[in-house]
């Protein structure tokens, strides 16, 4: 609990005062959201979802029963991560554990601030692993957010939640709670939590003033469906169709060439662009992965070792 720390999201409001009539206003900060972060070190490094803090003006973030006013060290859009800093000592940093071997059935708990209600616990288990999906960011470039090995559990996760840590039954950290699936908006026992192994990887990469990176083939595509595979008799009904390949990437490296419809790569079945981005970004930048592909009716296999987008 001392190490899940309410952040409050300020930002600017045009305000018309007495001197409106004169065509003058001023920008007033007003607290527009919240949501919930978790400290990394005693000196005050937090981790927390972009979402969170995306737009604002100004962050307050509620410490050890201190308020502090928080500058944002680095974001990854693409990620939903974030990491704050606040001018602390002696802050109790979280326990950091693994999101590599957890099981289905496996106790966790998530904490953070749901609708404002200050280090509240909610209990439940881990409901699956490896749920990869992605969501439209806020931003107006609209963007989208890849979440690539979620971890499912029905611990109560609500608005405010987010940023929060999921912990295990010894109260190591083992993921952010980033996401609710509701018609409600409201906990309905299916939230997701980005993998704390994952997480931890972009959050040092940002500490350490590095841009983050992700795994990449180096390629454009578009998706494939039976409708434009009958219009252009295409030899398959789905999967990624190569509309580009970068030069000295590592798809051009393993021969990939456009053209070509991208059906699986590992063990994923591929059957539009977005999945093809989901399963790349599930692996690491280095990974050697199997990628199935169509040719002119042809099905051919190539292994690829997964470049950087930095």
Known sequence: ??????????TKQSSQSMLGMMGQSSDELEE??????????ADGY???NYHVIEGADQLKVNAGGEEYTAKVVGTDESSDLAVLKIDASNLTAIEIGSSSDLTVGEWVMAVGSPFGLEQSVSTGIVSATSRTTSALNDSSSGSSAVYTNMIQTDAAINPGNSGGALVDKD???????????????SSSGV????PVDYAMNI??????????SHAQLGISATTVNSQLAKRYSLPVESGAYVTGVSVGSSAANAGIQEGDIITKLGDTSISSSSDLVLAVRSHSVGDNVQITYNRNGQESTASVTLGSDS
């Open 1 to 10: 609990l001392p190490s899940v720390v309410n952040i409050d999201v300020y």
């Open 32 to 41: 527009s959201s919240l949501g919930s972060g978790i400290i990394l070190s």
């Open 46 to 48: 937090i981790l927390t």
């Open 171 to 185: 109260g190591k950290l083992i993921g952010v709670n980033t996401l609710i699936a509701s018609s409600s908006g």
């Open 191 to 194: 939230g997701f939590a980005i």
């Open 203 to 212: 959050a040092q990469q940002i500490i350490d003033g590095k841009t983050p």
